[in-house]
């Protein structure tokens, strides 16, 4: 295993406004999209760039005002991401407020640890990373919507960490405002104008395209709270550790599925498939790139993990809705939009030779759900959802999405990041999958795990020796 020992210096905590500071208050309200995450911990995702050489002085003169320029830029546009969410004590639910000279608090840091070992897909210390991610501010009413932490590496490049509070943004959202900032800060040194942005990344933050007749932001909101028997039904502070193993021997690596990889496992999906009904009468799959990756994934977890065969295994996946909504949400609508989907199996049904077969299955039925009014928020969703959640004894498998969202897109005048890590699987337990880098290279879906060492061992020994 690569180690490196990762020893950070703070040298500067500022906070970031938003360009042409608002001198209006306002609060954005919850969808019922957002209220169903007020348990899940921040989303934290950590982007390595690479530039060779870097010294101290070019990092603070040129890289870094750029970067803290272009971030105020961005905010103009992204103005609620630079407030807080709040629960007023007179309130049924909290809400996003804005208030002048709100903005993003932003550490600068300088690491020793050697950034190629930390940018590579081997198998790393978890615990390196957490020290280039930043921490959230959250108290029990109020809660810091992003946080931003730069990091040097002197001679190598630098990392920017990126923290969302998961009731302020979903995965399409936190990557649109990440694009848009490097699209701002690629564009200062070409464009007399850097205030523009392109129309794919010009924010919606319209509410009001979440039709909501039967408070259902309210039933969701509560029925969360009480799935984990709350002691305080309006905090928004939760212990995201909790029945978490411990961190400190947890490592992650990363895995790679081609373009060839992906086509021999739809091919044996396919004739399992069809030996299992008679002719011509094969049930009709929805065997995406994700659905069959997720598969793959989900079954070499199970078995790693050394489940009895009796265990309950709840597993599923997030499915963006703003194209499947009636009438359709914006594609650059900024905030929550993903409906959670889930359902429960033995672990049996994972470890036979037919397993991928049985999950892609699985999976493709969950997909076919989301058609119609099925797509619709309903409180017998929600319940039917926490009771599958909360079978004992479970294994609960769950994926940190962005297959689609462009994650190695953000290039901030030096480049596209040379390593994306979705920090924050380390506290959920969630498969992480994106987009590669480099698809010309072979590669199409970069899968990542957190695990203690001996079942990282062995989840690594099955990923590559199943796709022999």
């Keep these: 295993m690569a180690a490196t020992h990762n020893l950070v210096r703070i040298d500067e905590v500022t906070k970031i406004t938003p360009f042409t500071n608002s001198t209006t208050s306002f609060h954005l309200p919850l969808t019922y999209f957002d209220t169903f995450w007020i348990l899940t911990p ?9 530039v060779a050489h870097l010294t101290s002085e070019i990092f603070n003169l040129t890289i870094l005002p750029k970067l803290k320029h272009s ?5 103009f546009h992204y103005l ?3 407030g807080h969410l709040t629960w007023p004590s007179e309130a049924e639910k909290p809400a996003i407020y804005y208030s002048p000279n709100d903005g993003v608090s932003v550490t600068v840091a300088v690491s020793n640890a050697d950034f190629n070992i930390l940018a590579s897909d081997g198998i790393r210390e978890a615990a390196e990373f957490r ?9 029990e009413d109020k809660a810091e919507a992003v946080a931003i932490q730069i990091t040097l590496f002197p001679n190598e490049g630098f990392s920017i960490g990126i923290s969302f509070h998961h009731v302020v943004a979903d995965g399409k959202s936190s990557t649109t405002f990440m694009k848009a900032w490097a699209y701002l800060c690629k564009l200062k040194a ?5 205030c523009l942005l392109s129309p794919d990344l010009t924010p919606s933050f319209d509410r009001t395209v979440i039709k909501d007749t039967k408070g259902l932001d309210i039933v969701y909101l509560k029925s969360m709270l009480a799935a984990i028997g709350s002691d305080s039904s ?3 502070k939760h212990d995201f550790s909790a029945g978490l193993v411990n961190q400190n021997n947890l490592v992650r690596a990363t895995f790679k599925l081609t373009r060839e990889d992906i086509n021999n496992l739809r091919y044996k999906v396919l004739s399992i498939n069809g ?4 002719v011509g009468q094969s049930k009709q799959l929805h065997l995406s790139t994700f659905v069959l990756s997720l598969s793959y994934a989900y079954v070499c977890m199970v078995k790693a993990n050394g489940e009895e065969a009796s265990t309950n295994v709840v597993f599923g996946f997030p499915a963006n809705c703003r194209t499947r909504l009636d009438p359709p949400v914006p594609v650059n609508y900024i905030g929550n ?4 989907l889930a359902m429960a199996a033995k672990a049996s049904d994972f470890m036979t030779e037919n397993g991928i077969a049985f999950v892609a299955e699985k999976l493709s039925d969950l997909i076919k759900g989301l058609e119609g009014d099925d797509i619709k928020g309903s409180k017998r969703k929600i319940v039917k959802l926490i009771r599958t959640y909360t079978q004992q004894p479970a294994l609960v498998l769950s994926v940190a999405r962005s297959t689609h969202f462009g994650l190695y897109e953000s290039d901030f005048g030096w480049g596209r990041p040379k390593k994306v890590e979705i920090v924050s699987v380390d506290k959920t337990g969630a498969i992480a999958m994106s987009d590669c880098r480099d698809r010309d290279g072979g590669g199409v879906v970069q899968v990542g795990a957190v695990l203690d060492k001996l079942k990282m061992e062995l989840f690594a020994s099955l990923f590559v020796d199943g796709l022999k």
């Design 80 to 82: 609620p991401l630079a």
């Design 71 to 75: 971030l105020s830029l961005t905010l």
């Design 234 to 236: 309006r905090s928004l």
């Design 42 to 50: 921040p989303v934290e995702r950590l982007f390595f760039y690479e």
């Design 275 to 278: 030996n299992q009904y008679e």
């Design 190 to 194: 070409t464009e007399k104008n850097p």
């Design 337 to 340: 939009c993903v409906e959670s």
């Design 131 to 139: 020290p280039l991610t930043p921490q959230l501010f959250i108290s």
